[in-house]
């Protein structure tokens, strides 16, 4: 099973990634198998996946040692860039000729580590199609805040769609934020928001709370 489904899947990736690196394309490739032989598996640790984990299922030759450092090798490659991954993927799971694209927009964790979450409807699902990863305090070195990382996932995602597609964000109210309104306006970002009544918008030139919208609209 793990031989046939690592032939189609290294089929669909060097067709459809091709602006990655052969190298990494390979490994796109085993790393993914490997995944899926994790998931399906009963794993220890209260299910949590581990590098570990993953390594022993990579569909290589090789000691358990030599497929360890593979992956750390893959995983911290400078060449793997994730706007090309979800570019590739956007291809792959949008419908040909699509122009309009909607986004859901979420926040959620593995353990301590947050992640930030672009994902389209699919079959009756929601397949992820770009993430950003975070810690508790935020220490990235060049951003302030959560909400300026938040701003610049937006940027990054709509950047790497594929050309003519215009995406709809859907998000719940937790990014009802009048920044955060206030630059989807500035920068014609179509979105759909469930709002806190509370929210203070600029609506015509008027500030009002998003309650008093529909009385105004």
């Known amino acids: 099973m793990n031989a046939e489904t690592l032939r189609a899947l290294s089929s669909l990736v060097h067709a459809r990634f091709a602006q990655l690196r052969k190298p990494i394309r390979n490994n796109l490739s085993v790393v993914t198998v490997a995944l899926l032989q994790v998931l399906a598996a009963v794993r220890s640790g209260y299910g949590h996946l581990s590098l570990a984990a993953l390594a ?7 000691t358990a040692h030599a497929r360890e450092k593979r992956l750390h090798r893959f995983l911290q490659n400078p060449y793997l860039d994730f706007r090309t991954v979800t570019t590739s993927l956007a291809l792959i799971l949008l419908p040909a000729r699509q122009r309009f694209c909607p ?21 009756g ?23 300026q990382l938040e701003h610049l996932f937006l940027l990054d ?12 964000w859907i998000a719940d109210r937790a990014y009802a934020r009048a920044l955060l309104l206030k630059q989807s306006g500035e920068e014609n970002r179509a979105y759909i928001i469930r709002g806190r009544s509370g929210t203070v918008i600029t609506y015509q030139e008027r500030r009002m709370k998003l309650s008093h919208l529909q009385a105004q609209a």
């Open 103 to 123: 986004l859901i927009l979420d926040q959620t964790k593995s353990g301590a580590t947050q992640a930030l979450v672009a994902a389209v409807p699919y079959a």
């Open 125 to 147: 699902r929601a397949l992820p199609l770009a993430c950003y990863t975070f810690d508790y305090p935020l220490r990235e070195p060049t951003v302030k805040s959560q909400n």
């Open 56 to 62: 022993r299922a990579l569909p290589t030759e090789g």
């Open 157 to 168: 995602t709509e950047l790497s769609l594929p050309q003519g597609i215009l995406p709809i």
